[in-house]
């Protein structure tokens, strides 16, 4: 299948896909740092999902935690989430919400996003976490949502 690519820009100034997966998403606790409605720079791009299905996912009740996680092993899966366009300012805002260098990395990595109703691959930036992970398990496995996906993937998606 062949996907356009797409670059979100708003205005004259340099914005930033961001691919969020958990508080910060739409209704949840961190959303109004990445709302449109309360942040003229930020623009909702779409739902989305990625690319890869080699993400490892954990929880620890408040917020999820994943890693990009490409060895052996059966529990990986696609990541639902949104992206959304933000300026140099709110990206600044989220690297210190997710402790940027310490407990996440923000990483690029292509996602599935549809956009004029098309698949459409888009970079964006993805906060992965830098911890242990098995400290957590299968804690909270309640607010993990999984979905089967096309051609056999598996798809996770995290909700309170």
């Known amino acids: 299948m062949l996907f356009k690519w797409a670059h979100v820009k708003l205005h004259d100034m340099e914005n930033y896909n961001v691919f969020v997966y958990g508080t910060l998403k739409y209704g949840q606790s961190n959303h109004s740092l990445i709302a449109p409605e ?3 720079n930020s623009t909702f791009v779409g739902a989305a999902v990625t690319c890869a299905e080699t993400y490892t996912i954990a929880c620890n009740g408040g917020f999820p935690m994943i890693q990009d996680n490409r060895i052996m092993g059966d529990d990986k899966y696609k990541i639902i989430g949104e992206i959304y366009s933000v300026d140099e300012k709110i990206l600044a805002r989220l690297d210190m919400l997710e402790s940027n260098g310490r407990m996440y990395s923000r990483t690029k990595r292509p996602f599935i996003v549809n956009i004029d109703g098309e698949p ?8 992965l976490f830098l911890g242990d992970m098995n400290r957590y398990g299968s804690w909270y496995a309640d607010t993990l949502k999984r979905y089967p996906g096309p051609n056999k993937s598996k798809l996770i998606e ?3």
């Open 120 to 127: 459409t691959e888009v970079v964006a930036w993805i906060y």
């Open 158 to 160: 995290w909700s309170r």
């Open 38 to 40: 309360e942040n003229l």
